[in-house]
Nanobody, 117 residues
Framework: QVQLVESGGGLVQAGGSLRLSCAAS????????MGWFRQAPGKQRELVAG???????NYADSVKGRFGISRDRVKNTLYLQMNSLKPDDTAVYFC???????????WGQGTQVTVSS
């Protein structure tokens, strides 16, 4: 069964950096497009970064130039490098398979990112 475990969140000041990790199991990580999503209080969950099975990436306009998504196919781990953090980045961050995000409940616990002003 699919298991996704996020880690690496924390409290940082504006302008700081964090590196999030997502340990994946229960599926073939290598052939699935993956993404990082976030949900702030009172707001809908949104996709902030995606990476294809081949390594191509895409980002929400709000994080372009600041965030970098990557994957380790040996460790079955997804990463999100977050730089120049802003208070608006405050949210719970989740990883998921792109195809399943809207149709399956594979969501993990997420990891809290709080950016102070």
């Amino acid at each position: 069964q699919v298991q996704l475990v996020e880690s690496g969140g924390g409290l940082v000041q504006a302008g700081g950096s964090l590196r999030l990790s997502c340990a994946a199991s229960g599926f073939d990580f290598r052939i699935n497009d993956m993404g990082w999503f976030r949900q702030a209080p009172g707001k809908q969950r949104e996709l902030v970064a995606g990476i294809t099975r081949g390594g191509g990436t895409n980002y929400a306009d709000s994080v372009k130039g600041r965030f970098g998504i990557s994957r380790d196919r040996v460790k079955n781990t997804l990463y999100l490098q977050m730089n120049s953090l802003k208070p608006d980045d405050t949210a719970v961050y989740f990883c998921n398979l792109i195809w399943a995000a809207s149709s399956r409940n594979y969501w993990g616990q997420g990891t809290q990112v709080t950016v102070s002003s």
